[in-house]
């Protein structure tokens, strides 16, 4: 199995509601990744896990709240988003160079 | 982190072989350089990945030159379903950082 899986695939929210973006993979990867891609951006690193430690927050707003329960799952807590803050999320793992990407959750902040 | 330059977008058609160029003159020692594909509305796509030399795999081939200081992919025979997003990376090492650059826009036409 060589696949990243998120759900949902889209998100409407109010800017009052409390919302959670999943990511999972089951190729034994020790390093996953959440990624913010705006349209006709490209994808800005927000936070990088590493042996289910966090390693590294870009200076990403506390209204973004990364979790990662096991080896295998990745999360993304979101509360009381800007509508600036609707975009593609992507998830991503890695073992070594190779970033494998999941197809993202399109997030609409209203 | 080096900052890559691309050209914003590139055209060409089927059956040709496109070469797209990445500059990076500020690229430091254990720094790799990969590429990745993106589709609208999908998440990346890991191409190649190199160091120095020539890289070449099933889909693409990656020029370094002895300097390091640009690399060039190499899509043999591009086809229709080649049109998408090209970024060039430098990164790797103990964080697995990756910093998209603009990328480049590739349009095959028939």
């Known amino acids: 199995d060589t696949e990243v899986t998120q759900t949902p695939k889209h998100l409407v929210m109010g800017m009052t509601n409390k919302k959670s973006l999943k990511c999972e993979q089951h190729?034994?990867?020790?390093?996953m990744y959440w990624y913010k891609q705006k349209a006709k951006k490209p994808p800005e690193l927000m936070f990088v896990?590493?042996?289910?430690?966090?390693?590294i927050n870009e200076s990403v707003p506390s209204r973004f709240s990364p979790e990662c329960p096991n080896s295998s799952l990745l999360n993304l807590h979101l509360h009381a988003l800007q509508p600036e803050d609707s975009a593609l999320y992507l998830c991503?793992?890695?073992?070594?160079?190779?970033?494998?990407f999941g197809p993202g959750t399109r997030l609409t902040v209203t | 982190l080096a900052k890559t330059t691309q050209p914003i977008s590139m055209d060409s058609y089927e059956g040709q072989e496109v070469n797209i160029t990445c500059s990076h003159n500020?690229?430091?020692?254990?720094?790799?350089i990969t590429w990745y594909q993106q589709f609208p509305s999908q998440g990346p796509r890991f191409i190649i990945q190199?160091?120095?030399t020539k890289v070449t795999n099933e889909v693409a081939s990656l020029f370094i030159p002895a300097d390091r200081k640009s690399s060039t992919l190499s899509l043999p025979r591009v086809s229709l379903s080649d049109t998408a997003v090209y970024y060039c990376?430098?990164?790797?090492?103990?964080?697995?950082?990756?910093?998209f650059g603009t990328g480049t826009l590739l349009a095959v036409q028939p």
């Open positions: 190199g160091y120095k």
């Open positions: 190729m034994g990867h020790r390093a």
């Open positions: 500020n690229i430091a020692t254990n720094d790799y």
């Open positions: 991503a793992s890695s073992q070594g160079d190779e970033q494998y």
């Open positions: 896990y590493s042996y289910e430690k966090l390693s």
């Open positions: 990376l430098l990164g790797g090492g103990a964080t697995n950082k990756l910093i």
